[in-house]
Protein backbone atom coordinates (compact mmCIF):
# COMPACT_ATOMS: atom_id res chain seq x y z
CA UNK A 1 0.00 0.00 0.00
CA UNK A 2 0.99 3.12 -0.66
CA UNK A 3 1.35 5.68 2.05
CA UNK A 4 1.56 9.45 2.37
CA UNK A 5 4.37 10.31 5.36
CA UNK A 6 6.23 13.79 6.48
CA UNK A 7 9.38 14.15 7.06
CA UNK A 8 9.95 12.66 10.32
CA UNK A 9 8.34 9.55 9.57
CA UNK A 10 9.98 9.46 6.46
CA UNK A 11 13.54 9.70 8.42
CA UNK A 12 12.50 7.04 10.32
CA UNK A 13 11.07 4.75 8.06
CA UNK A 14 14.18 4.89 5.63
CA UNK A 15 16.66 3.75 7.72
CA UNK A 16 16.56 0.53 6.78
CA UNK A 17 15.46 -1.72 3.74
CA UNK A 18 14.83 -0.30 0.53
CA UNK A 19 12.46 2.59 0.30
CA UNK A 20 10.69 4.30 -2.77
CA UNK A 21 10.19 8.07 -1.98
CA UNK A 22 7.95 9.56 -4.71
CA UNK A 23 8.54 13.30 -4.45
CA UNK A 24 5.04 15.05 -5.83
CA UNK A 25 3.03 17.41 -5.87
CA UNK A 26 -0.57 17.35 -5.66
CA UNK A 27 -0.99 20.19 -9.06
CA UNK A 28 1.29 17.98 -11.09
CA UNK A 29 -0.41 15.93 -14.06
CA UNK A 30 2.31 13.31 -14.28
CA UNK A 31 2.76 12.88 -10.94
CA UNK A 32 -1.11 11.57 -10.69
CA UNK A 33 -0.73 9.72 -13.59
CA UNK A 34 2.59 8.03 -11.62
CA UNK A 35 0.48 7.14 -8.46
CA UNK A 36 -1.55 4.60 -10.52
CA UNK A 37 2.01 3.06 -11.83
CA UNK A 38 3.38 2.96 -8.43
CA UNK A 39 0.06 1.11 -6.84
CA UNK A 40 0.84 -1.42 -9.43
CA UNK A 41 4.67 -1.46 -8.64
CA UNK A 42 4.00 -2.02 -4.68
CA UNK A 43 1.60 -4.93 -5.77
CA UNK A 44 4.45 -7.06 -8.01
CA UNK A 45 7.25 -5.66 -5.42
CA UNK A 46 5.06 -7.02 -2.00
CA UNK A 47 7.97 -6.85 0.58
CA UNK A 48 10.94 -5.92 -0.95
CA UNK A 49 10.46 -2.00 -0.73
CA UNK A 50 8.46 0.47 1.02
CA UNK A 51 7.19 3.22 -0.93
CA UNK A 52 6.33 6.55 0.36
CA UNK A 53 4.93 9.65 -1.05
CA UNK A 54 6.16 13.12 0.14
CA UNK A 55 4.16 15.97 -1.24
CA UNK A 56 6.74 18.91 -2.09
CA UNK A 57 4.44 21.03 -0.52
CA UNK A 58 4.06 19.57 2.65
CA UNK A 59 7.87 18.36 2.71
CA UNK A 60 9.88 21.29 1.39
CA UNK A 61 12.89 21.15 3.92
CA UNK A 62 12.98 17.51 2.79
CA UNK A 63 12.84 17.72 -1.23
CA UNK A 64 15.44 21.00 -0.87
CA UNK A 65 17.65 18.35 1.15
CA UNK A 66 17.66 15.82 -1.81
CA UNK A 67 17.81 18.55 -4.29
CA UNK A 68 14.38 17.61 -6.34
CA UNK A 69 14.39 20.02 -9.04
CA UNK A 70 11.50 18.36 -10.91
CA UNK A 71 8.22 16.32 -10.48
CA UNK A 72 8.08 13.61 -10.12
CA UNK A 73 10.91 12.46 -8.67
CA UNK A 74 12.01 8.78 -7.44
CA UNK A 75 14.11 8.54 -5.12
CA UNK A 76 15.76 4.96 -4.36
CA UNK A 77 16.93 4.47 -0.85
CA UNK A 78 19.18 1.57 0.69
CA UNK A 79 19.32 1.58 4.58
CA UNK A 80 18.81 5.23 4.46
CA UNK A 81 21.28 6.14 1.66
CA UNK A 82 20.14 7.10 -1.85
CA UNK A 83 21.34 4.64 -4.72
CA UNK A 84 19.22 5.79 -7.93
CA UNK A 85 16.91 8.02 -8.77
CA UNK A 86 14.25 8.58 -11.86
CA UNK A 87 12.63 11.98 -12.56
CA UNK A 88 9.65 12.41 -14.82
CA UNK A 89 6.64 9.41 -15.06
CA UNK A 90 8.11 6.19 -15.17
CA UNK A 91 6.34 2.79 -16.53
CA UNK A 92 6.09 0.39 -13.56
CA UNK A 93 8.84 -2.17 -15.67
CA UNK A 94 11.52 0.34 -15.42
CA UNK A 95 10.87 1.23 -11.58
CA UNK A 96 10.65 -2.80 -11.02
CA UNK A 97 13.95 -3.11 -12.26
CA UNK A 98 15.61 -0.26 -10.51
CA UNK A 99 14.40 -1.59 -7.26
CA UNK A 100 15.23 -4.86 -8.22
CA UNK A 101 18.91 -4.44 -9.19
CA UNK A 102 19.19 -2.44 -5.71
Known amino acids: MLKEVMEEEFRQSSKEG ?3 ADFYS ?3 GPCKMLAFVL ?3 DKACGDKVKIMKLDFDK ?3 L ?3 YEITGYPTLVLLKDGKEVKR ?3 LQQKPAIVKMIEEA
Do not use: P
Open 18 to 20: LVL
Open 26 to 28: TTC
Open 39 to 41: ADV
Open 59 to 61: NRD
Open 63 to 65: AEE
Open 86 to 88: MTG
